[in-house]
């Protein structure tokens, strides 16, 4: 008798623990605003959307969402909020585990700057910056596997922006070349492998415009004119 009464009370227990916790997930304020756990499940299954604390309609700490993979949720990012403003610290997973991206968000908006790894791995493959609108600016870098420059570029509201540069994984530089406006504008230099010259000439919204030379193992070769696509120049 007392052994069923004990089991009744354990019983009892269980169910308003459950109650008070499914209670306690996904409510509201007085003013109609969410607060506090709030979480939700892909539709029709108990899979995991995302989970997260709200302090009257704010998103407050770490928000956690998740994809399906397999019908299972797994774990897709991150979001750590705070109360003062709208900006967010996110970061990006592979089904893995393994961080893909990190940076700020403003709402939907990527700002400051972004981070992208390699393929299952913790080695920088883009490091980039944005503006408050979202939009690229400043200087953007490109790694190689093993941590060397493969591009350097430069962005201003969005767009390709001044000097630019490409280097094999043996940190030769291949290719210099100047933009405005997101097209190639201003002189540009090619160079092979073993950091010779191939070819160097002005570009004109994308084009090659003017006289541009061309090399052969590092010696000149010929002048063509981009105007007419005319050789002017032979050489020996």
Same mark, same amino acid.
């Given at each position: @008798? &007392?052994?069923?009464?004990?089991?009744?009370?354990? +019983?009892?227990? +269980?169910?308003?623990?459950?109650?008070?916790?499914?209670?306690?997930?996904?409510?509201?304020?007085?003013?109609?605003?969410?607060?506090?756990?709030?979480?939700?499940?892909?539709?029709?299954?108990?899979?995991?959307? #995302?989970?997260?604390?709200?302090? %009257?309609?704010?998103?407050?700490?770490?928000?956690?969402?998740?994809?399906?993979?397999?019908?299972?949720?797994?774990? $897709?990012?991150?979001?750590?909020? =705070?109360?003062?403003?709208?900006?967010? @610290?996110?970061?990006?997973?592979?089904?893995?585990?393994?961080?893909?991206?990190?940076?700020? @968000?403003?709402?939907?908006?990527?700002?400051?700057?972004? +981070?992208?790894?390699?393929?299952? !791995?913790?080695?920088? @493959?883009?490091?980039?910056?944005?503006?408050?609108?979202?939009?690229?600016?400043?200087?953007?870098?490109? #790694?190689?596997?093993?941590?060397? &420059?493969?591009?350097?570029? %430069?962005?201003?509201?969005?767009?390709?922006?001044?000097?630019?540069?490409?280097?094999?994984?043996?940190?030769?530089?291949?290719?210099? $070349? +100047? #933009?405005?406006?997101?097209?190639? =504008?201003?002189?540009?230099?090619?160079?092979?492998?073993?950091?010779?010259?191939? !070819?160097?000439?002005?570009?004109?919204?994308?084009?090659?415009?003017? &006289?541009?030379?061309? #090399?052969?193992?590092?010696?000149? $070769?010929?002048?063509?004119? %981009?105007?007419?696509?005319?050789?002017?120049?032979?050489?020996?």
């Amino acid at each position: @008798m &007392i052994k069923q009464k004990v089991y009744l009370t354990f +019983i009892f227990t +269980i169910t308003l623990t459950l109650a008070y916790t499914q209670k306690s997930v996904n409510q509201f304020d007085k003013d109609g605003k969410r607060h506090g756990l709030w979480t939700k499940n892909y539709y029709q299954t108990d899979q995991k959307r #995302y989970e997260g604390q709200f302090v %009257h309609g704010k998103e407050v700490d770490t928000f956690k969402y998740y994809t399906l993979s397999n019908g299972k949720s797994v774990l $897709s990012a991150t979001k750590v909020f =705070n109360l003062k403003d709208s900006l967010s @610290m996110v970061k990006f997973y592979t089904s893995k585990g393994k961080v893909i991206s990190e940076g700020e @968000m403003n709402g939907q908006r990527y700002v400051g700057k972004w +981070i992208y790894y390699h393929k299952n !791995s913790s080695v920088k @493959m883009i490091e980039e910056n944005y503006n408050d609108k979202g939009q690229l600016e400043g200087e953007r870098l490109v #790694y190689y596997n093993n941590g060397a &420059i493969a591009e350097t570029a %430069h962005y201003k509201k969005g767009e390709l922006e001044g000097e630019s540069k490409w280097y094999s994984e043996a940190k030769v530089l291949l290719r210099h $070349s +100047i #933009y405005k406006n997101g097209a190639l =504008n201003g002189k540009t230099i090619y160079y092979d492998s073993a950091g010779k010259k191939t !070819s160097e000439g002005t570009y004109t919204a994308d084009r090659k415009s003017g &006289i541009w030379k061309y #090399y052969k193992v590092g010696k000149l $070769s010929k002048e063509i004119d %981009h105007t007419n696509n005319k050789v002017i120049k032979k050489y020996d």
